[in-house]
């Protein structure tokens, strides 16, 4: 049941990725990387990136309802969903994909403004006790944001 959910969801999100020819088409000549950026200080973006994209958080099974596996899987596929709309999000390198997953999730909810010649910077972090990531993060005293562990043998970084 859960496993075709999510084969429809991974559908959802592919479909919901903003094609190379769309970046291109907003992004004609490098005048217009001055006018984007002139633009974004003034846009206050009223809608969140998950309307603009077509994708709603409630659409993502909370992290406890899935296997390791699956939550790498969704993680993955958001990730490379936010590369595609130029979405830079600051994140600790190596965290465990369960701790990565509610943060991944949480960016359709913001309000972001979309370019098309630079990359717009997602943070998270707002220090030590607000911080999504716990020990994860570097701002967490005595935190390890990259512990030396073998990553699973065999296996591709999934970002
Ligand atoms: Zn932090």
Do not use: N
């Amino acid at each position: 049941m859960l496993a075709r959910y999510l084969q429809y969801l991974h559908a959802d999100i592919r479909q919901a990725e903003r094609s190379p020819e769309e970046v291109e088409f907003y992004a004609p000549g490098p005048e217009s990387w001055l006018a984007e950026a002139r633009q974004l200080l003034i846009d206050d973006p009223k809608t969140t990136f998950g309307e603009r994209c077509g994708l709603a958080p409630e659409a993502f099974p909370p992290a406890g309802r899935l296997d390791a596996r699956q939550v790498e899987g969704l993680g993955g596929a958001l990730k490379r969903l936010y590369r595609s709309w130029h979405l830079d999000l600051l994140m600790p390198e190596c965290m465990p994909a369960q701790a990565a997953y509610p943060a991944l999730v949480s960016v359709l909810e913001k309000k972001l403004p979309i370019v098309a010649c630079g990359w717009v910077v997602v943070d998270f972090c707002e220090g030590e006790a607000a911080c999504p990531f716990g020990q994860h993060c570097f701002c967490q005293e005595g935190g390890q944001p990259c512990p030396e562990v073998d990553p699973e043998p065999g296996k591709d970084e999934w970002y």
